[in-house]
């Protein structure tokens, strides 16, 4: 037995229905059904809690650490599908997810992800029902950052081909973002894209180390604005941002992506503070 707590709502109502449509009397019938509906809740939530502290004595897991689980389960699939996107499979891209799963996690449960992950790699795994049951089972901070983590995943290797390319505009599709969400995350990274000519590699390769001009476009391009917006139209975007990206937007995830979140919204932090510096020179 394992109550969603989205689902909870459902027996009250049912409760509150039956009770009204059984008493004749028209004060019982509705402040007698409100009492019952709220009885009804908190049995439902007491019963949850009981359940889930018998559950961590005897398996030692928190229920936020199950998030993390399916969270991490449905970002495998998907770095599966970047993997063989070009339609082969590198031992070079298998090897820097190993990395990054074992310097996220401890020993055992990396080890356990990373089977999980080359399991994926042999299954036919269909892109419309993972991201359907990633719009029904995540907010949309969640999906955001999940978003993000399969972008550093797809460019660990400091390149993005136009397969990757295309599969991640399809995602963003799925996932129902604007297409500047994309972009806006593709701008935290260093990377070089196939269709960039050699003459512009230099530039990429070395962004985080620019300064001037080039700066100011990317934090542009971070915060989904123009260039040219406004001092107020930077702080709204950074607002909006911030509801989304705000790391305890995924506590619910567990330490480790909570962490990685920190990691992305301080990105967006000094992509702001750059913005607010050059619009008030």
């Known amino acids: 037995m394992n109550f969603r707590y989205t689902n909870l709502w459902i027996a009250p109502l049912i409760g509150f229905i039956s009770f009204f449509l059984l008493n004749e009397d028209p004060y019982l019938r509705f402040f007698g059904a409100i009492i019952i509906t709220t009885l009804v809740l908190l049995i439902l939530l007491i019963t949850q809690s009981i359940f889930d502290f018998i559950r961590t004595l005897i398996f030692g897991e928190q229920p936020f650490l199950r998030r993390e689980k399916k969270f991490v389960h449905q970002l495998l699939k998907l770095a599966a599908l970047i993997t063989k996107v070009d339609g082969q499979i590198l031992t070079s891209e298998q090897e820097k ?126 915060l989904n604005v123009t260039n040219g917006t406004n001092m107020q139209g930077v702080k709204k975007a950074y607002r909006k941002l911030a509801k989304i990206h705000h790391p305890d937007k995924v506590s619910h995830l567990g330490p480790v992506i909570q962490e990685k979140a920190k990691e992305k919204f301080q990105l967006i932090n000094q992509a702001y503070e750059k913005l607010i510096i050059h619009l008030s020179e």
């Open 97 to 222: 997810i190993k990395q990054r799963l074992f310097s996220d996690f401890k020993t055992e449960k990396a080890q356990k992800y990373y089977e999980s992950y080359l399991n994926y790699l042999q299954e036919d795994i269909n892109l419309k029902k993972v991201c359907k049951k990633i719009n029904q089972e995540f907010t949309r901070s969640s999906k955001n950052h999940l978003f993000y983590l399969l972008i550093e995943l797809a460019i660990a290797d400091g390149e993005l081909s136009k397969a990757e390319i295309k599969l991640l505009q399809t995602l963003c599709k799925q996932f129902n973002f604007p297409p500047q969400t994309l972009i806006s995350i593709l701008s935290l990274f260093n990377y070089k894209s196939e269709s960039q000519k050699d003459s512009n590699k230099h530039r990429y390769n070395n962004q985080k180390k620019s300064s001037g001009r080039t700066d100011v476009y990317e934090a542009y391009k971070i």
